[in-house]
């Protein structure tokens, strides 16, 4: 049974930072991307960050870009997300996914992925 477990998340003020972490337990083939997506109370879920598995490339949404840094650790099938200059608007459950080569969609869209972990909440005061 696969299974994803995040990591890292509790409540900060505004500028500090975190680091989430996301590790994965059982067998997944053919892994093309590991991304980070948050839903924040009343609104949808959204894209943050995704990395390759292999090559390491990254994606980020813009409102993340010079303050969010995505990673991975192949060989402990972890994939990490820094969180710097936190502001509160990043307050979120954030959820790691990991989505397969033979899956369709693209990397910003959480109906792409197919293993998800359970969530962990960030919460930044102001």
């Known amino acids: 049974q696969v299974q994803l477990v995040e990591s890292g998340g509790g409540l900060v003020q505004a500028g500090d930072s975190l680091r989430l972490s996301c590790t994965h337990f059982?067998?997944?083939?053919?892994?093309?991307?590991m991304g980070w997506f948050r839903q924040a109370p009343g609104k949808e879920r959204e894209f943050v960050a995704a990395?390759?598995?292999?090559?390491?490339?990254?994606y980020y949404v813009d409102s993340v870009k010079g303050r969010f840094t995505i990673s991975r650790d192949v060989r402990k099938s972890t994939v990490y997300l820094q969180m710097n200059s936190l502001k509160p608007e990043d307050t979120a459950v954030y959820y790691c996914?990991?989505?397969?080569?033979?899956?369709?969609?693209?990397?910003?869209?959480?109906?792409?992925?197919?293993?998800w972990g359970q969530g962990t909440q960030v919460t930044v005061s102001s």
């Open positions: 059982g067998s997944i083939f053919s892994i093309q991307d």
């Open positions: 990395i390759r598995r292999n090559e390491g490339s990254t």
């Open positions: 996914a990991f989505r397969r080569f033979i899956s369709s969609g693209t990397y910003d869209h959480s109906e792409a992925y197919d293993y």
